[in-house]
């Protein structure tokens, strides 16, 4: 049975580098939510954390019996970079790049990824600043 799951992420960071979190939203093709998450990150770059929040929810999908992924985020720079369009200059999104790629090698199913507007990613942002928010009241 296939079970096609709609991957929503974002990262940010305050300062760049500075306090940073991301966001996963994950719900079924008729847009029902079926998880959400978020985390502090520690200090790290808005790129990083795109990035994490990718990995941790494809993690996650698959996790969750993922025949089909469909990966939508806001960063431009990450959706072309993991669809194999731009290059990938930075080391330590490489190092981030290849580890999704080693997750995926391990799993049998379909993925893309599609770059949506920002209005179309309010959960997964509000979640990534929940991560951020909760770090900066424990300070």
Not at 104 to 123: C, F, M, S, V
Request: aromatic share 8%.
């Amino acid at each position: 049975m296939t079970q096609k799951l709609l991957l929503f992420t974002d990262g940010g960071s305050r300062g760049n580098p500075g306090p940073a979190g991301c966001g996963i939203f994950i719900a079924d093709e008729n847009m029902n939510p079926l998880k959400r998450w978020y985390r502090f990150l520690g200090e790290t770059t808005n790129n990083i954390a795109e990035y994490t929040a990718i990995k941790i929810g494809i993690e996650k999908c698959i996790e969750m019996g993922a025949t089909e992924i469909e990966v939508r985020a806001d960063s431009k720079l990450a959706i072309e970079q993991l669809s194999g369009n731009f290059k990938i200059k930075n080391e330590n999104l490489r190092r981030i790049f290849l580890e999704i790629q080693d997750i995926l090698a391990d799993w049998d199913g379909k993925i893309t990824y599609i770059h949506i507007p920002r209005e179309q990613n309010k959960e997964a942002d509000r979640l990534s600043n929940v991560a951020m928010d909760k770090w900066m009241e424990k300070k």
